[in-house]
């Protein structure tokens, strides 16, 4: 069965700094993908960093990149230079290339962040 | 451009109402997911359509209906709502699978109070 572990419920993370969100799979599936999105305050899921199972290199959006380890089946999300705009729920989701035409899409249970100025 | 559109945004309703939530695109993706969001538990796929006239359950299916008449429109409906289905739902969509960097467009959801 696919899951998706967030172990931090939430983290704090001073202004300017680095932080890394955790996010480590499951699945036996050799062709997946790996989808981190940003839900702020206001509600909306915001698309933010895209990791396919057979990319050799860790993916990179901005101030955004994702250090994929794909033995130890980790995605961890990492934002650089924290800004105070960061603050938000981030999710942690896979999905699994089948065979079928349907592209399942499983989500981990989110990691609260929030900037201190 | 309105991308994923979801009416309404706000209900309250009364155990053992109906009622029935629009989510519309207008970006021709075939695929179109409902989801529902609940406290520490991330996002939980309810049904979902590869195409028009096509349906299927996802993980947590009972309780729900729904239909896809039209290619731009997934419409989820509550036969007799139960304090239970108090969450949030966001509707998703997916073009079909061409590039594996698919992510999923997502509305702005709609937040249901079951009293």
């Known amino acids: 069965a696919q899951k998706i572990t967030q172990t931090q419920p939430g983290m704090f993370v001073q202004e300017k700094e680095a932080v890394t969100l955790d996010c480590t799979y499951d699945?036996?599936?050799?062709?997946?993908?790996l989808f981190w999105y940003k839900q702020p305050s206001s509600g909306e899921m915001i698309f933010l960093i895209y990791?396919?199972?057979?990319?050799?290199q860790n993916a990179t959006e901005g101030r955004y990149s994702l250090n994929f380890q794909k033995a130890r089946k980790s995605a961890n999300l990492v934002i650089s230079a924290s800004q105070l705009g960061d603050s938000a729920m981030y999710f942690c989701?896979?999905?699994?290339?089948?065979?079928?035409?349907?592209?399942?899409?499983?989500f981990g249970p989110g990691t609260s962040l929030s900037v201190i100025p | 451009n309105a991308g994923v559109t979801q009416t309404p945004k706000f209900r309250v309703l009364k155990t053992g109402q109906s009622m029935t939530l629009l989510c519309a695109q207008d970006?021709?993706?075939?695929?179109m997911y409902w989801y529902r969001q609940d406290p520490g538990m991330g996002l939980r796929l309810i049904h979902y359509?590869?195409?028009?006239?096509?349906?299927a359950k996802g993980e947590v299916p009972d309780g729900y209906n729904v239909s896809r008449l039209k290619k731009q429109n997934f419409l989820l409906g509550l036969e007799s709502a139960a304090p239970s289905q108090t969450s949030v739902y966001f509707c998703?969509?997916?073009?079909?699978?061409?590039?594996?960097?698919?992510?999923?467009?997502f509305g702005d959801g709609t937040r249901l109070s079951i009293l």
């Open positions: 989701a896979m999905r699994e290339r089948r065979k079928t035409s349907y592209d399942k899409v499983i």
């Open positions: 699945t036996s599936d050799p062709s997946y993908g």
């Open positions: 990791q396919g199972s057979y990319d050799q």
């Open positions: 970006m021709n993706h075939e695929y």
């Open positions: 359509s590869v195409g028009e006239g096509t349906t």
């Open positions: 998703a969509t997916q073009p079909r699978r061409d590039r594996d960097n698919q992510p999923q467009h």
